[in-house]
């Protein structure tokens, strides 16, 4: 970390550190909460736009029928691309793949589906404990699982110096606070969550997003734990009446941006330039989910109507409804959903194929093959930022 971008507008402080080998360098500790922020009018504009956008997908949200049902695959797209930061390579088709087979290529697959497990458990576990030090743990805990215990320490803040880039003083891009500090730094940074007196809610996310990560409480999982807290937040707050917006995309697009933006808060104060690409980002990604939201709509109306037919079963129907939840299937999982012979869950499966619903070629793991809804895998996962705004 070089210790000469650091000018006198930081809104923290450097202090001497050790790390594991007992050599010694600079660390950064960031300053308390709430920062002094100056609010110019692109800060006011970006503000405004975030929350018109965010009340038009609230809007479409309360208008569709089950929208539970639209929005189990965002919260996957959202792992996957979460994780994709922080260097994984899994894709949005291997994480249903491997969540109906089991059978998985990399440990990728595993660390993605936590991802998945400490959303859902986060969304639950955040109306019952305020987001503090005890939440981040158990989020940890569930992203953590099946990893290296003793190099990740699952559910516990850290207890040595880490760094953010390669592992020294002078090479690492970013050296958060030593571990003595960590402890301090979450309980202000959960007094200023639920400080009633902060009115700009999404303002307040982005303080607390950086935050977060210029602590880095845990040894791993750090930039994944604050991006939950994101998601986490906003359900919290009953902002959005379903889990509709995922961030995740806009990071992983601008990636090198996203990390500039964080590191020039530490290091020069820049705290307008952050919560205006943090405001853009909600607003573009309230945008992306509207635009999505509309369109797998459609195509389950558009399902429905191909399948209004006397020769169509209400059990087909439900087999459609639980592809949008989850747009992979075999037969022992229709047979099980349906509550049908094998036999008849087959005749069931091949019907969906032969209304193009599902892919006829299936991906065969462990002797069973898994068919795709590959236009409704599609339409989840593809980019729709080159596109024109509906």
Known sequence: MDVSDFSSCSPGKLVEALDALGRRG??????????????????????????????????????IERPELL????????????????????????????????QHRTNDDRHVENYVKALNYGRERVNEIPIGKRFFCELHEVLMQDTDHERTTPGKTRDCQVFVGDPTFQSARFVPPPDLFVDELLENLSNYIDDKEVEVPLVKLAVAHYQFEAIHPFRD??????RLLISLWLHRKNILTAPMLYISAYFERNKSEYYDRLLNVSTKGS??????????????????????????????DQYKRRLNSPRVSASLLRLVDNLFDFPVISVPIAAGA???????????????????????????????GYYIAGELLSLVNKNLDDEESA
């Open 221 to 226: 999982g750090n930039g994944r734990v604050g």
């Open 26 to 63: 600079k660390a950064y500790i960031p300053g308390f909460l709430p920062p002094q922020l100056k609010w110019s009018a692109e800060m006011r504009l970006a503000q405004s736009a975030a929350d018109q956008e965010l009340a038009r997908l609230d809007g479409i949200a309360r208008q």
């Open 71 to 102: 929005f189990a695959n965002y919260l996957k797209r959202e792992a996957v691309l979460s994780s994709a930061i922080e260097g994984t390579h899994t894709t949005f088709e291997d994480l249903v793949l491997f969540e109906a087979s089991r």
């Open 271 to 300: 705290w307008e330039d952050w919560v205006v690409f943090f405001l853009r980002g909600v607003a573009e990604q309230s945008r992306d989910a509207w635009k999505r939201t509309q369109r797998l709509s459609n195509l389950r």
């Open 338 to 368: 349906l509550g049908v012979t094998y036999a008849a869950a087959k005749s069931s499966v091949q019907k969906l194929i032969e209304f193009g619903i599902l892919v006829a070629e299936p991906k065969q793991y462990g002797g069973t």
